[in-house]
């Protein structure tokens, strides 16, 4: 059986949340917006998972809106807030390692006369509060950026941006909280944000469902029009079963996440001594400030797409980067955003634990990838010898 290190791209249905779900995939089939028997039934399963997800947030279930996945809400989030802020000015904020969900729908507001900076950040990918702060105009209506990168795992200094974003009024905040959700802390009820979007299939949910969280009094656009679903803000007639394993994933993730937080890091940091034993191996992201699963490194002289390819035949499931971008030749734009060149940035691999990770399968993953990168260095040397100019596959 393949060891399974690719958690920050999805992870296993839990099976609580399959439990919860198959109901609503057989005798509870109805619409919950039809009147009759079978539609309250399915009415009264979508009404208990917006309860859920506010209530492990720290949320109002008027607050919550579910939708198709993380990118969607994502997209309703920046969409919807940019248009309906447009009569007050129409400047974007965000960062330079967003998810590309975020940077593709600014980019696409771009088109339409809107205004937008991309922050840099240090080389741990951090954005200076004050260097956002500085980027404030008075056209400016909203600033956007990810708790936690995707990537190299690295979380902002969210505090900091909320505070002196608030000097400034009318600018709402929007918060990236996929990668976070689950593994970090995230309570509604202290941050002081108008916006939180995120993922099912990230902390045992299934795929295809995710929710954004709407502050009471936040005027938003709705992006898909027709009929009166989610208060008038996401119309279609509702995934209920995928709302209702979102929902039991979230309360089990919240509740069992300060345990689950511990291990992976423990896991993490032998993980990464046993891989930065080897020459030429960095650690990308935070020290500190990271999410406690993702390891992000840097094999130098080494082509981590060809290290990815020649893990994955050897049984260890890995990454590159974020699993949206698979298949592009261009090197990581979070890691050259952060200072890397493109020959160091290409030779990114992304290891994400998750729950069902064992400490064995981290001594034999570490030794799978330790021989992964010998092999790929030596057949390298070789070829140079041999005065030939070609990319290798380990």
């Not at 200076?128 to 990810?146: H, N, Y």
Request: aromatic share 4%.
């Amino acid at each position: 059986m393949a060891i399974y290190l690719d958690h920050a791209a999805t992870t296993p249905l839990r099976a609580e949340a399959l439990e919860a779900m198959l109901p609503y995939l057989t005798e509870h089939f109805g619409n919950p917006s039809s009147p009759h028997g079978e539609g309250r039934r399915a009415r009264a399963g979508l009404d208990e998972a917006h309860e859920l997800v506010a209530a492990a947030l720290g949320a109002d279930r008027r607050e919550i809106v579910f939708t198709s996945g993380g990118t969607e809400a994502i997209n309703l989030a920046l969409k919807g807030a940019a248009w309906a802020a447009k009569p007050y000015g129409h400047h974007i904020i965000t960062t330079a390692v967003e998810h590309q969900a975020t940077l593709n729908a600014v980019r696409h507001l771009e088109k339409f006369g809107f205004e937008v900076t991309e922050v840099a950040v240090d080389r741990y990918g951090r954005v200076d509060p004050d260097e956002l702060a500085g980027a404030i105009t008075d056209r400016t209506t909203l600033v956007s950026l990810a708790l936690a990168n995707n990537e190299v795992g690295t979380l902002q200094p969210l505090a900091a941006v909320v505070e002196r974003v608030r000097h400034h009024r009318r600018i709402l905040i929007h918060v990236d909280a996929v990668q976070a959700v689950g593994a970090v802390p995230v309570d509604l009820a202290a941050l002081d944000v108008d916006l939180l979007s995120l993922a099912a299939h990230k902390f045992g949910g299934p795929k295809g469902v995710g929710a954004l969280f709407i502050r009471r009094g936040t005027t938003l656009l709705a992006q898909v029009h027709g009929g009166t679903q989610e208060r008038y803000r996401r119309a279609g007639t509702e995934n209920v079963a995928g709302a209702v394993g979102a929902a039991v994933a979230l309360r089990l993730a919240v509740a069992e996440r300060a345990e689950t937080a511990r291990r992976s890091r423990r896991l993490r940091e032998r993980l990464r001594e046993g891989l930065t034993a080897m020459p030429g191996v960095e650690v990308t992201g935070h020290p500190v400030e990271r999410l406690p699963g993702l390891l992000s490194i840097i094999v130098r002289d080494a082509d981590g797409a060809a290290l990815q390819m020649a893990l994955d035949l050897d049984g260890l499931a890995c990454s590159t980067g974020s699993a949206c971008t698979t298949g592009s030749t261009e090197p990581s734009h979070v890691l050259t955003a952060m200072g890397y060149p493109e020959d160091e940035a290409r030779g990114a691999l992304r290891l994400s634990i998750g729950r069902p990770t064992t400490e064995a399968e981290v001594v034999v993953a570490t030794d799978l990838i330790r021989t992964a990168v010998e092999r790929h260095r030596v057949a390298a040397t070789a070829l140079a010898g041999d005065g030939l100019s070609v990319e290798v596959s380990a």
